[in-house]
């Protein structure tokens, strides 16, 4: 990992959510108009009920799984109707498929076209904004799965020592190279965390200038410790500059359900890489059971 993983970056990481300090770079706009308009997120542990649920990527979902359906056997038969009818179609709890295009939280599968570099290889990217072309505010998101296996309180103890903080006991993860720290809050009442900016349902994202407000929420008792992740910097791109590498193969770019999201921001995302290429299948899912290749 780059010098930002040093000793000193950690320390400098866990001094500025000690002192919140400001950053005067961060991100603004997004050119993604429509892409987060604020949707219901189904509360239930069963399968998604599309009739009941208005999350444009759960419709798309079901769109597509019946597409891919339709190119298998095109004689299966129309879906059933309810009483009303409408058409019910389920989902499973975690699902995720193909996208042309990135959009805000969309995720970036690395390929194996990565699997020599020792910052991106087997990673895969949430995309907190899509950005605007043609403007300085490109597109930016953290890495899920890079864990730091340490505490922000074990970064440098003797910041804390005379103080508390609300974040001490919170894992850290790596989010990129670009040296601008954030995190991740989940949370089941999006209404709790006014503020903060919802990429998917459940899922808000905030910058190291905003660690006074997550520190309130969790004294207030809104979120606990398990509901942060904070991330040691972040990945960012000029708008095509991101285009240009989707389209050489180095992202597989998907969207997924708000579960598996959720999932990877509370437990341990060690296996996020291959869960999400296996749920996209085709040759994605033969991607995720290939040896990593070799860089000599």
Known sequence: F??????GGLASFAW????GSGDASVPTGD??????EPPVESKSTEPINISNSNYWRDVRANLVRREQELLVDPSVPAE????????????PQK??????????????????????DSVFERTVILLLRLGSRGTFDGPFGVILNRPLYTKIKNVNPSSFQDQTTPFGDCALFFGGPVDMS?????TKDSSRLKGFEEVIPGICFGFRTELEKAGVLM????????????????????YEQLL????AGYWAVASCSTELISDAVSTDPSCLWTEILQLMGGHYSELSQKPKQDSS
């Open 2 to 7: 780059p010098n930002i993983l040093s000793n």
């Open 16 to 19: 500025l959510l000690h002192a």
């Open 31 to 36: 050119g993604s108009d429509g892409l987060n």
């Open 80 to 91: 059933s109707k309810a009483s009303s009818g409408e058409a019910v179609h389920q989902l």
């Open 95 to 116: 699902w995720a498929h193909p996208i042309t295009m990135p959009e805000a939280g969309c995720v970036l599968v690395a390929t194996e076209v990565l699997d020599d």
């Open 182 to 186: 954030m995190f991740l809050v989940r």
């Open 219 to 238: 004294k207030s008792g809104a979120i606990n410790t398990e509901d942060l992740r904070f991330f040691v910097g972040h990945a960012a791109w000029d």
């Open 244 to 247: 240009s590498e989707i389209r």
